[in-house]
């Protein structure tokens, strides 16, 4: 059974994709009076001395350090509204809509939809700005314990299982109870590859530029332009030129006029234009002409 593949979806990274800033050090450590180095030292004993997976590392380290504070999901979520963001990101997601779709677009049934896939704290982006902006967030997850306390790791993201919450994307199974594994034909998928838009920053994303790039999806790799030692560049140079992961790259400024909102609104209106032709070519092979006189 086919179902209607008139959706088009932006995916985003969020940790120097849509932020300068990882949203640790932007609203977490200030908060509790974690120093960043500290921190990230500690993580990478556990990672590079003790094998650690990154992310498990740093809850880990999360849990040490906010231990004796009883910090809650809820916390968490009050301190996400304070995230902070690259030019334009609170407004490319109600713009794009606008400016992307024309009538005709609208009159076939073809929608929008944005995604933010990080490997930061999924409570966080709960509370920040960006959450009604968007149909699904997916993040690394803590568990409380029965007093409400964050206890231990519920749900990691590493840069590798990202790729679970593409296919997630694709198939329509945004609940973690869905079995992503299932099988479902092509035709079957709410959102195919062709229709989405992958967003990120660097070689964290590399195995969802990959997965973009095999089934026919659209990625941009984006850096920071502030960053005077070049290094966001020099990422997202090397993932395009040497790499050939990704075809565009672009500065991390979602305003109007800027070098990545052209590429994004393009992008959108050759995906919005090739399911409108869809739409009209399967409407003329269902048309059977009346017999004439």
């Known amino acids: 059974m086919s179902v209607p593949q008139n959706t088009i979806a932006l995916v985003y990274d969020y940790d120097q994709t849509l932020s300068p800033s990882y949203m640790q050090d932007d609203v977490l450590f200030p908060r509790f009076g974690i120093d960043p180095e500290q921190f990230w030292r500690k993580c ?19 849990l040490d350090y906010l231990g004796m504070d009883n910090v809650t999901n809820e916390d968490l979520i009050e301190l996400g509204k304070g995230l902070s963001y690259y030019p334009g990101v609170e407004d490319v997601f109600d713009e794009i809509r606008e400016f992307c779709l024309r009538a005709e677009h609208q009159a076939a049934g073809i929608t929008i939809e944005h995604y933010i896939v990080s490997s930061g704290l999924h409570a966080l982006l709960k509370g920040c700005s960006l959450a009604g902006k968007v149909k699904a967030i997916f993040g690394c997850e803590f568990g409380e314990d029965d007093l409400g306390r964050i206890s231990f790791p519920k749900r990691t993201i590493s840069h590798t299982t990202k790729t679970q919450y593409l296919f997630r994307i694709n198939k329509g199974m945004l609940n973690h109870h869905d079995d992503v594994n299932d099988h479902m034909p092509a035709q079957a998928r709410p959102i195919p590859f062709q229709n989405m838009i992958y967003v990120g920053d660097g070689p964290t994303d590399v195995p969802c530029f990959t997965v973009m790039k095999k089934n026919g999806g659209h990625a941009i790799a984006v850096y920071n332009p502030k960053d005077q030692t070049g290094r966001s560049f020099r990422k997202c140079f090397q993932l395009c030129t040497h790499a050939g992961r990704v075809k565009h790259i672009a500065p991390a400024d979602y305003r109007k006029g800027s070098h990545l909102r052209l590429l994004l609104e393009e992008m959108v209106k050759e995906v919005a234009d090739r399911i409108l032709q869809e739409r009209l070519e399967e409407g003329q092979q269902g048309r059977v002409a009346a017999p004439g006189f």
């Open 44 to 62: 990478n004993v556990l990672v590079k001395e003790k094998q650690w997976d990154g992310e498990l590392a740093y809850m880990k380290c999360l």
